[in-house]
């Protein structure tokens, strides 16, 4: 089975500063990823994927992540860091299900912007 | 634009009692459906997912059951209710043949007392 994993459960950021979280991916074959943000008591949003082409990704709210297929990483990236980014993100990867495709998710980094 | 629901917004049960949960999807035909369950606010667990109406397939043995009646509409339920039940329930659609590209609706916060 294809897995992804977060290393850092909390990241802390000061406000202007660049942020990272980080996600190490484990798959056969073509990775497809994914990173998702989750505002509290809501649904995921979907922020960008990688399936193929160019190593960096740009998504939406001026995030982008960088697939690096030597280091088997996917890491999330913004030059820099608002209040409002707070919120729990996830790094997923493609997976198979009795012959269906589906996500597997990875277990969550929330960051904390500080102002 | 395609759009996704659940409701109820917030649920509070006792044990032992029914639960239904509903899903629907506007604009778009033939969704794959999924239901996801997030415990204490991290992880997130498939708990069910459906390529066509009747269709229903289950990754993890639990309480639960889901249904499909219709090609846009998505019910997860519960005969009894267990503690273990509580938590936040996240209904998700994605384009058939693209399944790895999913879109979640605003979820379910269910508290079983």
């Known amino acids: 089975a294809q897995s992804v994993a977060q290393p850092e459960d909390q990241v802390n950021v000061a406000e202007g500063n660049p942020l990272t979280v980080k996600c190490t991916y484990s798959v056969s074959g073509n990775p497809y990823l994914f990173w998702y943000v989750q505002y509290p008591n809501r649904g995921l949003q979907f922020l960008l994927k990688y399936i193929t082409g160019d190593n960096l990704v740009k998504g939406s709210y001026g995030f982008e992540a960088e697939f690096n297929k030597s280091q088997t990483s996917f890491h999330l990236k913004k030059p820099s860091a608002l209040v409002s980014d707070s919120a729990l993100y996830f790094c997923a990867v493609r997976d198979w299900l009795g012959g269906n495709e589906k996500l597997t998710f990875g277990t969550g980094t929330r960051l904390t912007i500080i102002p | 634009s395609q759009t996704i629901h659940q409701w109820p917004a917030t649920l509070v049960q006792p044990v032992g009692s029914p639960l239904s949960l509903e899903c629907t999807v506007e604009g778009t035909s033939n969704p794959n459906l999924y239901w996801y369950r997030q415990a204490a606010g991290r992880g997130l667990q498939l708990l069910f997912y459906?390529?066509?109406?009747?269709?229903i397939s289950s990754e993890v043995p639990q309480n639960l059951s889901a249904s499909r009646p219709q090609d846009r509409q998505f019910i997860l339920s519960s005969k009894k209710l267990l503690l273990s039940d509580s938590g936040f329930y996240l209904c998700?659609?994605?384009?058939?043949?693209?399944?790895?590209?999913?879109?979640f609706g605003p979820g379910t916060r269910l508290t079983v007392t």
């Open positions: 998700a659609w994605s384009a058939a043949g693209a399944s790895y590209e999913q879109y």
């Open positions: 459906s390529v066509g109406i009747g269709q």
